[in-house]
Protein backbone atom coordinates (compact mmCIF):
# COMPACT_ATOMS: atom_id res chain seq x y z
CA UNK A 1 0.00 0.00 0.00
CA UNK A 2 1.58 3.12 -1.07
CA UNK A 3 0.82 7.11 0.31
CA UNK A 4 -0.71 9.09 -2.50
CA UNK A 5 0.74 12.28 -0.83
CA UNK A 6 4.29 11.23 0.21
CA UNK A 7 4.94 8.08 -1.82
CA UNK A 8 6.07 6.16 1.33
CA UNK A 9 5.26 2.39 1.95
CA UNK A 10 2.74 1.74 4.57
CA UNK A 11 0.87 -1.21 5.79
CA UNK A 12 -2.15 -2.77 4.61
CA UNK A 13 -4.83 -1.95 7.17
CA UNK A 14 -3.24 1.42 7.66
CA UNK A 15 -6.00 4.57 7.21
CA UNK A 16 -3.09 7.81 8.10
CA UNK A 17 -0.23 7.94 6.63
CA UNK A 18 2.93 7.42 9.17
CA UNK A 19 5.49 9.74 7.44
CA UNK A 20 3.07 12.49 6.35
CA UNK A 21 -0.07 11.70 8.36
CA UNK A 22 -2.72 12.50 5.22
CA UNK A 23 -5.45 9.94 5.11
CA UNK A 24 -5.08 6.64 3.07
CA UNK A 25 -7.98 6.57 0.93
CA UNK A 26 -8.49 2.36 0.97
CA UNK A 27 -8.39 0.59 -2.14
CA UNK A 28 -11.48 -0.60 -3.80
CA UNK A 29 -12.46 -4.10 -3.31
CA UNK A 30 -13.78 -5.89 -5.94
CA UNK A 31 -16.94 -7.04 -5.23
CA UNK A 32 -17.50 -10.88 -6.61
CA UNK A 33 -20.27 -11.42 -9.22
CA UNK A 34 -23.09 -12.10 -7.67
CA UNK A 35 -24.53 -15.64 -8.16
CA UNK A 36 -27.90 -15.96 -8.96
CA UNK A 37 -30.11 -17.77 -6.76
CA UNK A 38 -30.66 -21.55 -7.02
CA UNK A 39 -34.41 -20.82 -6.89
CA UNK A 40 -34.11 -18.81 -9.98
CA UNK A 41 -32.25 -21.51 -11.88
CA UNK A 42 -34.68 -23.63 -10.58
CA UNK A 43 -37.82 -21.86 -11.70
CA UNK A 44 -36.52 -21.33 -14.95
CA UNK A 45 -35.07 -24.99 -15.66
CA UNK A 46 -39.47 -25.40 -15.05
CA UNK A 47 -40.26 -22.65 -17.10
CA UNK A 48 -38.19 -24.38 -20.13
CA UNK A 49 -39.40 -27.95 -19.47
CA UNK A 50 -43.44 -26.38 -19.68
CA UNK A 51 -42.39 -24.20 -22.83
CA UNK A 52 -41.16 -27.53 -24.49
CA UNK A 53 -44.20 -29.66 -23.29
CA UNK A 54 -46.63 -27.19 -24.86
CA UNK A 55 -45.04 -27.12 -27.85
CA UNK A 56 -45.24 -30.48 -28.17
CA UNK A 57 -48.47 -30.91 -27.07
CA UNK A 58 -49.75 -28.75 -30.05
CA UNK A 59 -47.51 -30.38 -32.67
CA UNK A 60 -48.58 -33.66 -31.60
CA UNK A 61 -51.96 -32.07 -32.09
CA UNK A 62 -52.32 -30.72 -34.80
CA UNK A 63 -50.68 -33.78 -36.71
CA UNK A 64 -52.98 -35.60 -35.19
CA UNK A 65 -56.07 -33.73 -36.55
CA UNK A 66 -54.23 -33.63 -40.17
CA UNK A 67 -53.97 -37.47 -39.89
CA UNK A 68 -57.30 -37.28 -39.43
CA UNK A 69 -58.88 -35.26 -41.87
CA UNK A 70 -56.53 -36.86 -44.78
CA UNK A 71 -57.04 -40.43 -44.24
CA UNK A 72 -60.67 -40.61 -44.67
CA UNK A 73 -60.21 -38.60 -47.69
CA UNK A 74 -57.75 -41.18 -48.75
CA UNK A 75 -59.95 -43.80 -48.62
CA UNK A 76 -62.75 -42.75 -50.47
CA UNK A 77 -60.85 -41.43 -53.25
CA UNK A 78 -59.74 -45.23 -53.27
CA UNK A 79 -63.22 -46.83 -52.80
CA UNK A 80 -64.58 -44.35 -55.68
CA UNK A 81 -61.74 -45.62 -58.05
CA UNK A 82 -62.34 -49.19 -57.44
CA UNK A 83 -66.09 -49.40 -57.63
CA UNK A 84 -66.01 -47.45 -61.41
CA UNK A 85 -65.93 -50.13 -63.95
CA UNK A 86 -65.00 -49.95 -67.35
CA UNK A 87 -67.88 -49.38 -70.32
CA UNK A 88 -67.85 -52.75 -72.10
CA UNK A 89 -69.88 -52.13 -75.35
CA UNK A 90 -71.91 -55.37 -76.29
CA UNK A 91 -70.69 -57.48 -79.67
CA UNK A 92 -73.49 -57.65 -82.23
CA UNK A 93 -73.42 -61.56 -81.29
CA UNK A 94 -73.71 -60.60 -77.16
CA UNK A 95 -76.91 -58.32 -78.09
CA UNK A 96 -78.50 -61.01 -80.37
CA UNK A 97 -78.25 -63.43 -76.89
CA UNK A 98 -79.67 -61.09 -75.01
CA UNK A 99 -82.38 -59.67 -76.95
CA UNK A 100 -82.96 -62.08 -80.80
CA UNK A 101 -85.24 -64.37 -78.93
CA UNK A 102 -87.96 -61.15 -78.45
CA UNK A 103 -87.92 -60.80 -82.39
CA UNK A 104 -90.41 -62.45 -84.10
CA UNK A 105 -90.91 -63.86 -87.89
CA UNK A 106 -95.10 -63.83 -88.51
CA UNK A 107 -96.65 -65.29 -91.58
CA UNK A 108 -99.87 -64.38 -92.47
CA UNK A 109 -102.75 -66.23 -94.61
CA UNK A 110 -105.97 -65.36 -96.30
CA UNK A 111 -109.28 -66.41 -95.69
CA UNK A 112 -108.20 -69.92 -97.90
CA UNK A 113 -105.76 -70.69 -95.37
CA UNK A 114 -103.01 -69.38 -98.05
CA UNK A 115 -99.83 -67.61 -97.14
CA UNK A 116 -99.94 -64.17 -98.75
CA UNK A 117 -97.31 -62.06 -96.40
CA UNK A 118 -94.61 -62.19 -93.87
CA UNK A 119 -92.89 -59.67 -92.15
CA UNK A 120 -90.85 -59.07 -88.12
CA UNK A 121 -91.90 -57.80 -84.91
CA UNK A 122 -90.74 -57.38 -81.43
CA UNK A 123 -92.32 -58.37 -77.97
CA UNK A 124 -92.60 -55.19 -75.34
CA UNK A 125 -95.12 -56.13 -73.11
CA UNK A 126 -95.07 -59.73 -70.82
CA UNK A 127 -98.76 -60.59 -72.23
CA UNK A 128 -98.08 -60.98 -75.72
CA UNK A 129 -97.85 -57.31 -76.84
CA UNK A 130 -96.04 -56.58 -80.37
CA UNK A 131 -95.55 -54.34 -83.04
CA UNK A 132 -94.68 -54.49 -85.96
CA UNK A 133 -95.61 -53.05 -89.66
CA UNK A 134 -99.17 -51.99 -90.45
CA UNK A 135 -99.00 -53.26 -94.11
CA UNK A 136 -97.26 -56.88 -92.99
CA UNK A 137 -100.96 -57.68 -91.55
CA UNK A 138 -103.16 -55.59 -94.00
CA UNK A 139 -105.63 -57.99 -95.63
CA UNK A 140 -104.50 -60.93 -93.05
CA UNK A 141 -107.00 -63.26 -92.49
CA UNK A 142 -104.84 -65.32 -89.76
CA UNK A 143 -101.93 -64.56 -88.98
CA UNK A 144 -99.17 -66.16 -86.45
CA UNK A 145 -95.43 -65.78 -85.35
CA UNK A 146 -92.47 -67.87 -85.27
CA UNK A 147 -90.27 -66.71 -81.91
CA UNK A 148 -87.23 -69.28 -81.85
CA UNK A 149 -88.50 -72.92 -82.64
CA UNK A 150 -91.87 -72.08 -80.94
CA UNK A 151 -94.83 -70.91 -83.07
CA UNK A 152 -97.61 -68.82 -81.14
CA UNK A 153 -100.59 -67.54 -82.98
CA UNK A 154 -101.68 -64.26 -83.01
CA UNK A 155 -105.09 -63.25 -81.50
CA UNK A 156 -105.83 -59.89 -83.42
CA UNK A 157 -104.58 -57.11 -83.82
CA UNK A 158 -104.87 -53.84 -81.23
CA UNK A 159 -103.86 -50.57 -83.23
CA UNK A 160 -102.59 -49.33 -86.06
CA UNK A 161 -101.41 -46.66 -88.13
CA UNK A 162 -101.65 -46.61 -91.74
CA UNK A 163 -99.64 -43.21 -91.76
CA UNK A 164 -96.91 -44.20 -89.84
CA UNK A 165 -97.00 -47.74 -90.96
CA UNK A 166 -97.67 -49.59 -87.48
CA UNK A 167 -99.50 -51.77 -85.71
CA UNK A 168 -99.90 -53.67 -82.56
CA UNK A 169 -100.66 -57.62 -82.06
CA UNK A 170 -100.94 -59.97 -79.14
CA UNK A 171 -99.23 -63.09 -79.29
CA UNK A 172 -100.21 -66.13 -77.77
CA UNK A 173 -98.62 -67.64 -75.67
CA UNK A 174 -96.33 -64.43 -74.77
CA UNK A 175 -92.78 -64.97 -75.82
CA UNK A 176 -90.66 -65.00 -72.72
CA UNK A 177 -88.09 -62.30 -74.11
CA UNK A 178 -89.79 -58.80 -73.98
CA UNK A 179 -87.79 -55.78 -75.38
CA UNK A 180 -87.64 -52.11 -73.61
CA UNK A 181 -88.79 -49.70 -75.83
CA UNK A 182 -85.80 -46.85 -76.66
CA UNK A 183 -85.77 -42.89 -77.45
CA UNK A 184 -84.76 -42.47 -81.09
CA UNK A 185 -84.83 -38.67 -80.73
CA UNK A 186 -81.72 -39.51 -78.76
CA UNK A 187 -80.02 -41.24 -82.01
CA UNK A 188 -77.22 -39.42 -83.28
CA UNK A 189 -75.47 -39.34 -86.52
CA UNK A 190 -72.78 -41.85 -86.37
CA UNK A 191 -73.49 -43.93 -83.61
CA UNK A 192 -73.39 -48.16 -84.43
CA UNK A 193 -76.52 -50.05 -84.19
CA UNK A 194 -77.72 -53.47 -84.80
CA UNK A 195 -80.62 -54.66 -86.63
CA UNK A 196 -82.32 -57.89 -86.10
CA UNK A 197 -85.20 -59.02 -87.92
CA UNK A 198 -86.70 -61.73 -91.10
CA UNK A 199 -85.91 -59.99 -94.37
CA UNK A 200 -87.61 -62.27 -97.05
CA UNK A 201 -88.37 -64.83 -94.77
CA UNK A 202 -84.73 -65.61 -93.61
CA UNK A 203 -85.84 -65.76 -89.54
CA UNK A 204 -83.07 -64.44 -87.06
CA UNK A 205 -81.10 -62.13 -89.33
CA UNK A 206 -78.71 -59.54 -87.97
CA UNK A 207 -77.06 -57.08 -89.56
CA UNK A 208 -74.62 -54.12 -88.53
CA UNK A 209 -74.47 -50.53 -89.11
CA UNK A 210 -74.17 -46.76 -88.58
CA UNK A 211 -77.05 -44.09 -88.36
CA UNK A 212 -76.93 -42.06 -91.56
CA UNK A 213 -79.45 -39.48 -90.45
CA UNK A 214 -82.29 -38.64 -88.67
CA UNK A 215 -85.21 -41.25 -90.38
CA UNK A 216 -88.33 -43.19 -89.43
CA UNK A 217 -87.39 -46.71 -88.35
CA UNK A 218 -89.37 -49.64 -89.77
CA UNK A 219 -89.44 -53.24 -89.15
CA UNK A 220 -89.88 -55.40 -91.93
Known amino acids: MVCQKCHAEL ?35 LL ?10 LVSKTSSKLTTVSSPELKVVSASAASIAPIHPMSPQEIFQKVGSGVSLIEVFDSEGHKH ?38 EG ?11 VVRFNPPPKTVLQLGDSDALKVGQKLVTIGSPLGLQNTISEGIVT ?8
Open 48 to 57: IAIAGFVTWN
Open 117 to 154: GQGSAFVVAADGTAVTNYHVIRGATRATARVGDTTAEI
Open 213 to 220: ASAAVSYR
Open 11 to 45: PESSEFCLKCGAKVAQPTQTQPASRMNPIVWVGLG
Open 157 to 167: VIAFDVNHDVA
